[in-house]
């Protein structure tokens, strides 16, 4: 956090190095992006990324769609990049970026976008990916959460209404929201976050979308075997 100097902030544990969520699936040389939010850019430096087929994004919070300006050289590949939105995200998107998609002859060097429309509960096929968007909580309104194959992300929330629970049985990988130590008025506090990591009953949950009220390993210390704090860089195969 700028400013701060409490221990999470200074610490010398890689783990305590965070920048805004986001995941980037990955098969043969196609590449799918979630959300792009104001770190995207060193993001996808860091992991030498050249292309992109897709982009699913959750919701339009900052922290969460703010990097997509740096979609551009991405997008100009194989314009123009397909991006999954539902409704709300995908109007506000629109308002933050009105040069994305005002008309002109093209020769600024903007990104290349095209919308497609998300509804919780409807599967879609995102540039070959087969993904079930799926409605949870974030405050008082609803956000989207991905399914792809067994693995679920669910970030940025702090309720799973049952119709969605019911889409969440048998996953092999759940990766959920789990803020701060405290209650939150829009995200799941750690306690909450076992609770329903419990309910939901995933092989492995990692769990993202920390606050520096955080210690990586303080935590990890504590959790059940098949429980674990995620971090940058976190890779696996599902």
């Given at each position: ?191 909450e976050a076992v609770a329903v990591a419990k309910e939901l009953g995933a092989k492995q949950t990692w769990f993202t979308h920390f606050s520096h009220d955080v ?24």
């Open positions: 956090m700028i400013g701060c100097t409490c221990e999470v902030c200074r610490s010398t544990d890689p783990r305590n190095k965070r920048r805004r969520v986001s995941v980037l699936l990955s098969e043969g040389q196609r590449r799918w992006l979630i959300d792009a939010g104001p770190d995207f850019r060193q993001q996808a430096l860091d992991v030498g990324l050249d292309r992109l087929d897709a982009v699913l994004l959750t919701h339009a919070h900052a922290d969460h769609i703010l990097g997509m300006d740096d979609l551009r050289p991405l997008s100009w590949k194989n314009p123009p990049l397909p991006v999954w939105a539902d409704e709300s995200t995908s109007r506000t998107v629109e308002q933050a970026f009105p040069y994305f998609f005002a008309e002109g002859d093209g020769k600024t060097s903007r990104p290349k976008l095209r919308f497609h429309r998300l509804e919780p509960g409807r599967p879609v096929n995102a540039a070959g990916l087969d993904v079930l968007p799926i409605a949870i909580h974030h405050g008082d309104f609803d956000i989207v959460g991905f399914r792809v194959g067994g693995m679920a992300y669910l970030t940025d929330c702090n309720g799973i209404p049952e119709a969605s629970r019911a889409l969440l049985q048998g996953l092999d990988i759940l990766i959920l929201d789990a803020l701060r130590p405290k209650p939150h008025p829009t995200h799941y506090s750690l306690d210690d990586h390993e303080t935590w990890a210390q504590t959790l059940p075997a098949n429980m674990a704090p995620a971090y940058d860089g976190l890779s696996f195969d599902f």
